[in-house]
Nanobody, 124 residues
């Protein structure tokens, strides 16, 4: 089970930190990632991290502003979001991939576990 928190309303240029708490079967050290979905749009990749946190990858639209991290001992995944823009407004989801074929995964169809999401709204 994955449960996201930390979303909210913030002004342009502000920051938020999202947290994903991992429990149950997904407590195993799987590759994980963050995705987002805006109204009327498809779910899009934001950031991904390997099970050991040694490797990360970001969408071009967030690189340099967002940072993905994890603390396996605490079963938590984080997304630090700085310099937020109105176009970052979306529901943010954390996901896990029950596979080690790749260090990280950027395609939503590879993900086997999802949280229910947390709303992030950036006002202009």
């Amino acid at each position: 089970q994955l449960v996201e928190s930390g979303g909210g309303l913030v002004q342009t240029g502000g920051s938020l930190r999202l947290t994903c708490v991992v429990s149950g079967d997904t407590r195993a050290k799987y590759p994980m990632g963050w995705f987002r979905q805006a109204p009327g749009k498809e779910r899009e990749f934001v950031a991904a991290i390997s099970w050991s946190a040694a490797a990360t990858n970001y969408a071009d639209s967030v690189r340099g502003r967002f940072t993905i991290s994890r603390v396996n001992a605490e079963n938590r995944l984080y997304l630090q979001m700085n310099n937020l823009k109105p176009e970052d407004t979306a529901v943010y989801y954390c996901g896990a991939v029950r596979s080690y074929k790749s260090a990280y995964y950027t395609d939503a169809t590879d993900y086997t576990h999802w949280g229910r999401g947390t709303q992030v709204t950036v006002s202009s």
